[in-house]
T-cell receptor, first 115, second 116 residues
Framework: AQSVAQPEDQVNVAEGNPLTVKCTYS??????LFWYVQYPNRGLQFLLK??????LVKGSYGFEAEFNKSQTSFHLKKPSALVSDSALYFC?????????????FGAGTRLAVHP | GAVVSQHPSWVICKSGTSVKIECRSL??????MFWYRQFPKQSLMLMAT?????????EQGVEKDKFLINHASLTLSTLTVTSAHPEDSSFYIC????????????FGPGTRLTVL
């Protein structure tokens, strides 16, 4: 079965420190990979995506993610966390096979950045 | 660009009534839209794929007679929760697919439904 795993329910980090939110996936073919952020009672905001090319992808608000094909991972990173980064983060995968256009979401990781 | 709106942003209704939620792509045409449901502190669960001019495709376990989807135009899909009950209370999020090389989905801001 195709799936996306975000192994951490919550990540705590001090403001100014680097942060990592982990994501691994199990899908067929070469997937498209996405990160979204959700603030309370809001929809999802797009952060970044990997389609092809350079494995290091830079996105909105200083976030970046590295695609690692051998480890089937797409971890989200930021060099210096801000309190305003505190939110719920979702990793999503779109398998690139047979015209499949659905997104498979991870369970989400809550990021808490402390002053 | 690629903005998706939802209306209403929140709604409170009595048990047994029906509620309609609209999803609009404001600056692009969307042949395909998706409807998701999100319970508190949980991930998004895909309910159905809405295709303009044809019947929606429902995910396993989602009652099509309960959650009516109409994709009448290339910029509008509606989700009607019929005979709503308290267990239907949830956060409903739609997305619209921008046709192109990568067919990205753009998400609406969500609708909070509370059934009393």
């Amino acid at each position: 079965a195709q799936s996306v795993a975000q192994p951490e329910d919550q990540v705590n980090v001090a403001e100014g420190n680097p942060l990592t939110v982990k994501c691994t996936y199990s899908v067929s073919g070469n997937p498209y990979l996405f990160w979204y952020v959700q603030y309370p009672n809001r929809g999802l905001q797009f952060l970044l995506k990997y389609i092809t090319g350079d494995n290091l992808v830079k996105g909105s608000y200083g976030f970046e993610a590295e695609f690692n094909k051998s480890q089937t991972s797409f971890h989200l990173k930021k060099p210096s966390a801000l309190v305003s980064d505190s939110a719920l983060y979702f990793c999503a995968v779109r398998p690139f096979s047979g015209g499949y256009n659905k997104l498979i979401f991870g369970a989400g990781t809550r990021l808490a950045v402390h002053p | 660009g690629a903005v998706v709106s939802q209306h209403p942003s929140w709604v409170i209704c009595k048990s047994g009534t029906s509620v309609k939620i609209e999803c609009r792509s404001l600056d692009f045409q969307a042949t395909t839209m998706f409807w998701y449901r999100q319970f508190p502190k949980q991930s998004l669960m895909l309910m159905a794929t809405s295709n303009e001019g044809s019947k929606a495709t429902y995910e396993q376990g989602v009652e099509k007679d309960k959650f009516l989807i109409n994709h009448a135009s290339l910029t509008l899909s509606t989700l009607t929760v019929t005979s709503a009950h308290p267990e239907d209370s949830s956060f409903y999020i739609c997305s619209a697919e921008l046709a192109g090389t990568y067919n990205e989905q753009f998400f609406g801001p969500g609708t909070r439904l509370t059934v009393l």
